[in-house]
């Protein structure tokens, strides 16, 4: 058995898997207090995480129908992530499986979303090309094994995808986490009614989001207020329409350069269901996890640290977090 933690962000995780894959138990505690802010605030994401993370492990151990004397096997998001976040399940995952001097995986947060594919049942062998697109990273990784040693081939140059989603949304007026709610309006309107860029002049794999919400911003304010909120569901579609031809256009270069045939998509963007529908029609074999799997939880977790050198007692006592840019990537 091996249980995982994710608190990387807002939402507080624990999952017990099997070493073959198979989940008996994924919670996830959405926080649902930063929507007054428009934004996660680190310290209140940490606070949440101090209150909630013994109920947490207590739940995913409860539906697992196991308990911490089984657990052979902690894993725990190390970074990237909001660092007083990162620490609070770094911090539980030390102390539980120090009481029982259980060893301790050190797991980056995207070897996990990539590593979500590699749950039962129905696995995805590397080989393949992986988009992971959420509220804080946006990147195509050529993944070659299920270790952490994927290989990053495209990124971000500004913002993330999710940010996009959630920034766009705050300028139609919706609350916050906003992809889902654009979304939701976006059904509603006409896609080709606006025209939006989608960096398509910028060469290569990396992406760009910041050019994107200016020009809604721009839109909005020549619209006038009025005409704006009159059209809201078209401005939504075009937005939501720029933000997945932008990605779909670095997946199909990056399925060009690199000759695979299979691509993975995860992150909290991969259950928007145009994007879903977008990558579905590529002539590539698709592997979408169910929407729970693509959005942060602490299955995907447990999963990459099956895959991940485990660290012994005492020696993850001194084991620390990293915001970001840490962990050493191919280039």
Do not use: W
């Not at 329409?241 to 000759?259: C, D, F, H, K, P």
Request: hydrophobic share 45%; proline share 5%.
């Amino acid at each position: 058995m091996i249980l995982g933690l994710e608190t990387s962000c807002d939402d507080t995780c624990a999952a017990v898997i099997t070493a073959d894959g198979e989940i008996r138990s994924n919670v996830i505690s959405s926080q649902g207090v930063h929507d007054r802010y428009g934004g996660v605030v680190p310290e209140i994401a940490s606070r949440h995480h101090l209150d909630l993370i013994g109920a947490v492990v207590d739940d995913a151990l409860g539906q697992a129908q196991t308990t911490l004397d089984e657990i052979e096997l902690i894993g725990v998001t190390q970074g990237p992530g909001l660092v007083a976040a990162l620490l609070v399940g770094v911090a539980t995952a030390k102390s539980l499986a120090a009481v029982r001097q259980t060893p301790l995986a050190a797991v980056d947060h995207l070897h996990g979303h990539i590593a979500a594919g590699f749950l039962a049942p129905e696995v995805l062998e590397p080989p393949f090309l992986s988009l992971i697109a959420s509220g804080g990273h946006t990147l195509l990784a050529h993944v070659r094994d299920r270790g952490p040693g994927f290989e990053v081939i495209g990124q971000t140059v500004d913002d993330a995808a999710g940010e996009a989603f959630d920034k766009g949304a705050r300028l139609l007026g919706l609350g916050y986490p906003g992809g889902a709610a654009l979304e939701r309006l976006a059904a509603d309107g006409d896609p080709r009614a606006f025209e939006f860029p989608t960096a398509r002049r910028l060469q290569g794999l990396d992406f760009s989001f910041a050019g994107l919400k200016t020009a809604l911003l721009y839109r909005v304010r020549e619209l006038g207020e009025a005409e704006a909120e009159r059209r809201r569901a078209d401005l939504a579609a075009s937005y939501q329409r720029a933000i997945v031809e932008s990605l779909a256009l670095r997946v199909e270069r990056a399925l060009a350069q690199t000759g695979l045939e299979r691509l993975a998509v995860g992150g909290g963007v991969a259950a928007n269901g145009p994007l879903r529908d977008r990558l579905a029609s590529l002539d590539v074999e698709l592997d979408v996890p169910p929407r729970e799997l693509c959005t942060d939880n602490a299955a995907m977790i447990a999963s990459a640290a099956r895959y991940v050198e485990p660290l012994a007692y005492p020696g993850y006592l001194s084991l620390d977090v990293y915001a970001t840019g840490e962990r050493l990537l191919a280039a």
